[in-house]
Structures are given as C-alpha cells and as structure tokens.
C-alpha cells in the first residue's frame, strides 16, 4: 500500500462573489515536510487555509488529508489535523490548563493520555508554570504557545498553522521554529503553515507561492533561487524609465521598474556594475549587487515587488 | 491505518465540557452575575409596588393580594429569558474571539456544540431563577416541595427552549449590537405579551380589535404557556385570583397540561433548528 500524500490539493478554485480568491491550484505535500504557503495579503492564501482547515466548504476542486477528501470524510480529516489560527482561539477568562483540557474534550483526549500529553507540550513549550494563569494575563507570546499546545495535544499527523508568526518577537519566533522542527523529525509530522515573511520562508522545506489565487512557484527555497540564476542589481535613480532606456540601447540590457528602483538580473554582477558606471553613472544614485534572494523570486515570477500592494 | 489510532470525541463529554466552560465564564465575570440577577429583582421590586395600586383598583388582583405576587412567575420566566439571551449572545463573543474557530474545526457534531452552549445557557437560566424563587417564602407564597419541583421542571424546559431560540437568532449575527435590535424587537415583547405582566384578555371578553390582536398574539406566543402553567401550579392551593382573574371570565389562561405540552414542543422544535442553523457554514466562520 503506497502511503497517502500528507496534504493533496487538485484543481482548487474558489470565489468570494465576484473575487476569484484562488484559481486551478494544484499540489501534493509529502508526509514530514515542512511546507510554507508563502505570498503577499490577499495571495489566496487564507483562503487555502481556511479550506484545509475545513473551516469553509470547497467549491472546486479536491482537498484531501492523508487520503481522506474533506467532502466525504470530513470528520476523519478533522481528527487528524491540528490547526492553529492566526486570530486566537482561546477563551482568555480561562486558564490555561482550563483551555487546554477544553481542547482535549473537542478531540476525544482523556485519562492517562491527556494527563501525558498535557505535561509533555506544557514542558516543551515551556508553560508548565503558567498552567494556572488566565490566558488574558499572558503575553502575546506566551498565548501563541498555548495555541501551539492546543493544536499539537491529540498529536496530529499534519499540523497546519495560519501566519503563526504574527505578534512574535525575534526569540518567540526562533522558539516556535525550533518546536516545529522537533515535531518533524521527531514525530513525523507534516507542518504546513502560511506566511508572508521572506526570511520565514527560507526555513521551510519547500515553498508555493501564491499571487492573485495562482501558484506562480513551488520548490525548495534554494531551488528557487537558483532558478533565477545570476546576480541581481538593483539601482537606485531619479530617472527609472530613462535609465532603463539608456541600459537597453547602449549595453543591450533588459532592466525593470520595480517600485521606484530599476532591477535587472545578470550572469556577471560585478562586470555589469563596471559597465553600467561606465556610461551612465551620471543617473546612479545608488547601486547594489545581491544573490538572489526569495524576493528576487517573488519578483521575477510576478514582476511586482513582494510587499507592493495588488490593486483590484 | 493512522485514522484507527486517532482518538473519537464523545459528543456528549464535549457537551458537557462546552458547557462548563459556560459556567466558569458566568463567573469569571462579575457584572454579569449583578445584572442577572439584579434586574429582574429592580423590575419585579419597582413594578411590584409601582404597579399594584393599579392592579388593585382595576380589581385583577381580586383580595388584597399585591401585583408583587401577581408578578411574581413573570419575574421568574423574565430571569430565565435575560440569562438565556446573555447565554446565548456568547455565541457572537465566541465568534469574534475567535474561540469558536476551534470548536467549527474540531471533529466533534455541530450538535454537540448546541447542547454544550444551551445547557450551559439552561443551568445559569434556573440556577438564578430558582435563587429568586427563594425569595418567595418573603412575600408570602408558601410552596410545597412538590410545587416547588414542578416549577423547577418547567423552567428547565422553557429555559431549553429559549436559550435554543437566542442561539438560533444569534448563529447568523456578527455583532452584540444586532442582537440587541433582536432582544428588543423579539425577546422583551414575548415575555410582556405572555401574560406576565397583564392577563390574557378571554375570547368572549374581546371588546376592539386591538384586544383581537393582543389576544391572538398572546396565544401564539409559547411564553405564555410556560408562564401559565407555573402560575397555575404555583397559585394551586392559594387564591384562585391570581390566576388573573379568569374567575371573571374576562381573562384566559392556559392549562397546566396545554402549558407544559407547548413549553416541550417548543424547547424541541428550537434546539432542533439551532441544531440545523449550526451546520451550516457561514461567513462569519473565518475572520
């Protein structure tokens, strides 16, 4: 028996009205893989999360979980999802051993388990003398902790997590990343998360990046950075069309506005550099030399800086 | 298979879980208790003695017997009705929270989440109905443990039945204010027009259409028939007065079993409608 695909996604579209949130995504996430749904606000990608979740029913399309369609066997996929929610789940008048034993009444955890389980992930996350606390009087991060421990406790097989990076501290982040890769390699657990942060991306084992409800890419991190090749350079100028012109026709250049800078990738970045100085320095305010970074990727597959606002 | 493996959630442990969490909220939050039980208290003490010089001299109260005691099952059922509608209004809070995402994604049936929030909603209802009920030693009702029991019995299923109403009307709401519009428009109007606070005017007493109209809205409305089984039950032995004048001839009140029929089918055709609303996805489901 060949081992189902952790997340299966085929020919996913969906609408809000008139607004085509997501259109024809397709992808498989392998069982153990840390996999980043990665795109700019209004990507589609909450929209794939709330339709993994099963928090919104399909309206194109297949999902299914380990082998299980979220159509048919909605209930099998819920028992073997953990979610975790960008906007908080807990019910701050409790405490949190309060919110984590409600958690376990809503997945069936009892006895001697539950007991195990809730002093494992109150340890491992480092909340075990927090237990009595009411959530209201803990931090932000603290709170995403309990979150944390509240999607992991009927020990899931795919965790999926909604930009749980959201209201983090650099620490808090770290932490939180180091959790889920214990639960990877330790218990084999699928995490599939949302993001909109670059360098959070660059943790993941591969990525899909999501624009406008497309998948515009989906590989490794260094996969996709590769694919772009070269050296990027970025200028920066009073003039972009006008330099942009003087690239083309003088060093046969094909260079791009991207929000104010004139961006252009190259095989030879430091040649390019020389060569550009050379007959238009007078237009050079500023001028960089980078790898490519899961930026240049974004804008290479859309044309659009990552974090420049999509207009309807 | 892993899916073997998985533990199941027993809907009705989820239930109960739902429902303590209810509880332990109630009181967590101070002014919600205070207003609970305050209210009904300030209207039953303010309408009470306001209103019984008026109630005498109409001679609906017959003897010398205050509307404070005429009013007082209509303060019963109208504690129940405010903690049902405070119960229920959680619903909204839960949503905006963010809590309810979790229970919406979790394996349990979605009437599992209705039982939890309506028990919850039913046991803070009597809980606080039955502390008032206490009270009535101190104005004079003397009930035996049998009546006592019996009125306990139909709060429970009134307060069923309205906490399944309010959560029916409060699944599709996204904001505490929209609910209010409802509670003024819908809720209140029910308990003034059950009887409550003025008897049912009888068929052969009708004198206007308006009258008409009161009439039949005051039959249709299921408050009623709660109220007027308690009030029967609770006025057995005492007064045949109380019952609002249907000595008279110029009032109605339901039976007690007509009241206590109506008050079940009505518990049971809402919480299965809460349970049918509740299935359904909605926007307001993801933030």
Redesign the interface.
């Known amino acids: 028996m060949i081992s189902p695909r952790a997340v299966s996604i085929e020919n996913v579209s969906h609408r809000y009205g008139k607004r085509q949130a997501l259109d024809q995504v397709s992808l498989a996430i392998d069982p153990g893989e840390i996999f980043v749904f990665l795109g700019p606000n209004g990507g589609g990608k909450s929209t794939l999360f ?1 339709l993994l ?5 399909l309206q194109q399309g297949e999902i299914s979980i ?1 082998g ?1 369609g979220v159509r048919s066997h909605k ?2 996929v ?4 953990g ?1 975790v ?1 960008q ?8 405490t949190v051993l ?1 919110n984590i ?10 006895g001697q ?1 539950l007991h195990d389980r809730t002093e494992l992930l109150l340890s491992k996350l480092e909340l075990a003398d927090r237990r009595h606390d ?1 959530v209201e009087d803990l931090s932000g991060g603290l709170r995403r902790r309990v979150e944390l421990a ?1 999607g992991m406790l ?2 899931p ?1 795919v965790l999926l997590l909604d930009e749980p990076s959201t209201g983090l501290d650099p620490a808090a982040r770290q932490a939180m990343w180091r959790y889920l890769e214990f639960l990877r390699s330790d218990q084999g657990v699928t995490v599939v998360l949302t993001s909109h942060l670059l360098e959070e991306a660059e943790k993941a084992d591969r990525i899909a990046i999501l624009d406008q409800g497309k998948l515009v890419a989906l590989d490794t991190p260094d996969a996709l950075k590769e694919s772009i090749g070269g050296d990027t350079i970025t200028i920066r100028t009073r003039q972009p069309q006008g330099l942009i012109e003087r690239l083309q026709t003088e060093l046969n250049l094909a260079a791009t506005e991207v929000s104010e800078f004139v961006r252009l990738e190259t095989e030879d970045g430091p040649g390019t550099i020389r060569a550009i100085m050379q007959v238009a320095s007078d237009q050079v305010d500023a001028i960089t030399l980078a790898k490519p970074s899961l930026e240049d990727v974004f804008i290479h597959m859309t044309g659009r800086q990552f974090t420049e606002e999509v207009k309807p | 298979m ?2 073997e493996a ?5 809907p009705v ?2 239930a ?3 429902c303590r ?1 209810e509880i ?2 109630f009181l ?2 101070r002014n919600r208790i205070i207003g609970a039980i305050g209210q009904p208290i300030i209207f039953w003490l303010l309408f009470g003695t306001g209103l019984s010089g008026v109630f005498k001299a109409s001679g609906q109260g017959g003897g010398d017997e205050s509307f404070t005691v005429y009013f007082f099952p209509g303060t019963l059922l109208l504690i129940v009705l405010f903690t049902a509608i405070f119960a229920t209004i959680s619903i909204i809070e839960d949503r905006n ?3 309810l ?8 049936p979605r009437w599992s989440m209705v039982l939890g929030k309506v028990l919850g909603g039913t046991i803070l209802a009597v809980g606080q109905a039955m502390l008032f009920l206490l009270l009535s030693f101190f104005v004079g009702i003397t009930l035996s443990v049998g009546q006592f029991l019996a009125i306990f019995a139909i709060l429970v299923v009134a307060a069923v039945g309205l906490t399944s109403l309010g959560f029916w009307l409060a699944w599709r709401m996204d904001s505490t204010q929209g609910f209010h519009a409802v509670m003024n428009l819908l809720l209140m109007p029910m308990w003034l027009l059950s009887g409550a606070f003025f008897p049912i005017p009888a068929n052969d007493a009708i004198t206007s259409t308006g009258q008409w109209v009161l009439s039949w809205v005051m039959t249709l409305n299921p408050v009623t028939y709660a109220l007027g089984a308690i009030r029967r039950i609770m006025h057995a032995e005492t007064a045949p007065s109380f019952l609002g004048g249907e000595a008279t001839g110029d009032y109605w009140l339901p039976g007690v079993g007509l009241g206590v029929t109506i008050t079940v089918l009505f518990a049971v055709v809402m919480f299965a409608l809460a349970c049918q609303a509740a299935k359904k ?1 909605r926007r307001g ?3």
């Not at chain 1, 979740?53 to 029913?57: A, E, H, R």
């Not at chain 1, 819920?78 to 999802?81: E, P, S, V």
């Not at chain 1, 034993?101 to 009892?110: D, E, I, K, R």
């Not at chain 2, 998985?6 to 027993?10: C, D, L, Q, R, V």
């Open positions: 709330r979740s099963t928090l919104m029913s380990l299980h209930q099998q819920r028992q073997q999802l979610v929610f906007m908080p789940s807990l019910d701050k008048k409790l309060e034993y409600q958690q376990a009444a809503l997945y069936g955890v009892t388990t009411i509240k009927h020990s097989k | 892993t899916s998985m533990p199941h959630p027993s442990a989820a109960m879980s739902l969490r332990v909220r967590r939050q929270e963010g809590f995402q979790s229970v919406l994604v979790s394996p349990i996805t489901d993801w933030i």
